[in-house]
């Protein structure tokens, strides 16, 4: 019999790996505490039709890359539906923002979500077919502020604190417009007919969107088409004043509050429902593949879903390229238990677990050996898993004095038990 393994694209997360995984996301709690952001849960798999209307028919992710599924109706009263695992959240975020008439409430919402998305694509290094973002939104009525630019520059200025917070040191942020529907509409013109002469020297998916989306074209990673795309118009000479004016006041904003940045006039993002602010955080330790994360403004979104106009910008990061970048920089050590405690002999069991017991409610953390291994396996056991060894006898719980010693500095101490604690903590 075949051994079952984890489905391609798919992977366990181990420790002690899971442990950088949790301090990301706690990071990014914290973090969107600090800027009066909330969570959402939305549910993993959405009607069909709400990804096909909000990202775009005719992005790789709706046309390609989906797992959807006919769910049959069990009842009479039921209807067929078409579902689908969401392959991004900004679309269940505004759908929730609409169902739950959060609009109503005339105030701004700003909501964070964390968890699995999944698009079946190739899998490589740091993209897989089920993968974690985190992500955040800012949207609501007009009347409270959501167009406003202030709002693209604070989304900014929190992420730029974000990655500074979780250690990752050397990101580049790159901003650009892709302005309003009207002026991407002027510009898909303009990028059409620039693309007539040259599109049969580019690549199967560009000779396609040539015709159906010529903006999804300024997306291409095939190497050949490169020096064809530098070549084409770029989006600002299309901008109406209006989008001209936003951007020059994101960028006034973030000059005031000294976040660098760099304008990248190819930068587009690959969904349908970005307007005027689109943005990427890149860094050079991922090689090729250097995005960290990305977004943008989202003014037709709720609209396009058939709900009331609600502008909104927002962003998502994969935490699987997250935790590369942590561990290419080598900004992550190991986490080891505060203490391991080697019972000697299987008598002294139980008093081993009322000590760590008494020590984890103290806040430490505390692995636990067995009165049956040598002492030379409770070494180096202890001495892979945790920073000190707390050893306990007969002798050590008569006297009370606990004999501990500690790995990094290789010293051994006597300390009572009530100030073992303390002794751990220091």
Not at 166 to 178: A, D, H, T
Not at 263 to 275: F, Q
């Amino acid at each position: 019999m075949a051994t079952l393994k984890a489905v391609r694209g798919t992977r366990d997360l181990l420790p002690p790996e899971t442990a950088l995984w949790n301090r990301i996301e706690a990071t990014a709690r914290a973090v969107f505490a600090r800027y009066n952001f909330g969570e959402i849960r939305t549910p993993i798999f959405e009607d069909t039709s709400l990804f096909a209307r909000g990202v775009g028919e005719e992005t790789d992710i709706v046309s390609k890359e989906m797992y959807t599924w006919e769910d049959r109706a069990r009842a009479q009263s039921e209807k067929t539906q078409m579902l689908t695992l969401r392959p991004e959240n900004t679309a269940g975020v505004v759908r929730a923002y609409i169902e739950h008439q959060l609009g109503e409430t005339g105030q701004l919402q700003k909501i964070y979500y964390i968890g699995p998305q999944f698009r079946r694509e190739r899998p490589q290094k740091g993209r897989y077919r089920q993968f974690s973002q985190i992500g955040a939104e800012v949207l609501g009525p007009t009347s409270a502020g959501s167009e406003s630019p202030l709002r693209d520059a604070e989304v900014l200025e929190m992420l730029a604190t974000l990655l500074d917070e979780l250690g990752i040191k050397g990101w580049v942020l790159e901003l650009n417009s892709v302005g309003s529907a009207a002026d991407r509409a002027r510009y898909n013109d303009t990028l059409r007919a620039a693309l007539v002469p040259v599109v049969g020297q580019m690549c199967v998916d560009c000779q396609r969107r040539a015709v159906t989306n010529p903006l999804r074209v300024l997306d291409c990673k095939v190497p050949a088409d490169q020096p064809i795309i530098e070549k084409l118009p770029v989006i600002a000479d299309s901008l109406d004043e209006a989008s001209k004016a936003h951007f020059d006041a994101v960028l006034s904003s973030l000059d005031a509050a000294g976040v660098p940045y760099t304008r990248n006039h190819r930068l587009v993002r690959g969904l349908d429902y970005y307007t005027r602010t689109t943005f990427e955080f890149t860094h050079s330790g991922l090689g090729a593949q250097n995005a960290l994360l990305g977004g943008g403004r989202y003014d037709g979104l709720s609209e396009a879903i058939g709900g009331p106009k609600a502008p909104g910008i927002g962003f998502a990061m994969g935490e699987d390229r997250l935790v590369l970048t942590l561990q290419a920089l080598e900004a992550v050590a190991q986490t080891k238990a505060d203490a391991f405690i080697a019972p000697l002999g299987e008598n002294m069991n139980p008093a081993a677990l009322a000590l760590a017991r008494e020590l984890r409610r103290d806040g430490l953390s505390v692995d636990l050996g067995d009165g049956s291994f040598r002492l030379k396996k409770s070494f180096e056991t202890a001495d892979k898993t945790a920073r000190r060894i707390v050893i306990l006898g007969e002798d050590e719980l008569q006297s009370g004095i606990l004999t501990v010693k500690d790995f990094a500095s290789g010293t051994q101490s006597k300390v009572p038990r009530g100030e073992l604690v303390a002794f751990l903590k220091g």
